[in-house]
């Protein structure tokens, strides 16, 4: 961990920029699991940092005690697989210590937070939230872990399941089963393909992922 650094207009200027995609504000570190979860978010997406000691609307609060900073290495050691390696840093701001975390962009996705029943999960970040990955999150992973090449064969499969997001806009992963007829498993491949070739985005409209072909 870094020494503490008197940097007020560097933190300051962090807060004013809010929530967002890559950063999240954290008032206390009382679960070592829950912030896993958001480890887990930055690192699938593009990284980022959690700012603790400071509240949703900005306040500085202050880091209460060491074992919130010990709690951040249990997180990102103990509760994330695999493992995650953060910068911690101190800042004296207002006469109260701020811990930065930053955590980059993992190169081997997807890491995964483990629940209290032993259970990994996978988060993604979107917005100023993190949000469960799904299945073709991991399919898309999947694939960009292995180092061959991949070809899309453009099949009846293939041209059934883009025609049907051309005629219907915009649709979930069970409507896309739901119109293919295709199982599941399958369907889920497809878009993991289709959203890697740039064929079809993924959007995240409240609380629910979406699937469309995207425009040129």
């Not at 997406?45 to 400071?54: A, F, K, M, S």
């Not at 399919?139 to 041209?159: F, R, S």
């Not at 064929?199 to 995207?214: A, C, D, G, P, R």
Request: proline fraction near 3%.
């Amino acid at each position: 961990m870094k020494p503490t650094t008197d940097s007020t207009d560097y933190i300051q200027k962090l807060v004013a920029e809010g929530e967002h995609v890559h950063q999240d504000f954290k008032f206390a570190i009382s679960d070592a699991r829950k912030i896993a979860r958001s480890i887990s978010a930055f690192a699938n997406t593009e990284g980022g940092r959690l700012l603790v000691g400071v509240k949703d609307n900005g306040k500085i609060a202050g880091v209460r005690s060491e074992e919130e900073i010990y709690m951040i290495e249990a997180a990102a050691t103990m509760y994330c697989k695999p493992p995650v390696q953060v910068e911690n840093i101190i800042y004296k701001v207002e006469g109260k210590d701020v811990l930065e975390i930053r955590i980059t962009e993992s190169t081997h996705k997807p890491v995964c937070a483990i629940d209290e029943d032993g259970k990994a999960w996978a988060y993604v970040r979107i917005a100023d939230e993190n949000i469960l990955a799904t299945p073709v999150h991991l399919g898309m992973w999947k694939h960009n872990n292995k180092e061959e090449k991949i070809v899309v064969a453009y099949t009846e499969k293939e041209k059934l399941l883009l025609d049907i997001l051309n005629q219907r806009g915009m649709l979930t992963l069970n409507q896309c089963v739901k119109h293919t007829r295709m199982p599941r498993r399958l369907v889920t491949a497809l878009l993991a393909d289709f959203i890697r070739f740039d064929l079809v985005e993924q959007i995240f409209k409240e609380h629910t992922f979406y699937f469309k072909l995207k425009e040129d």
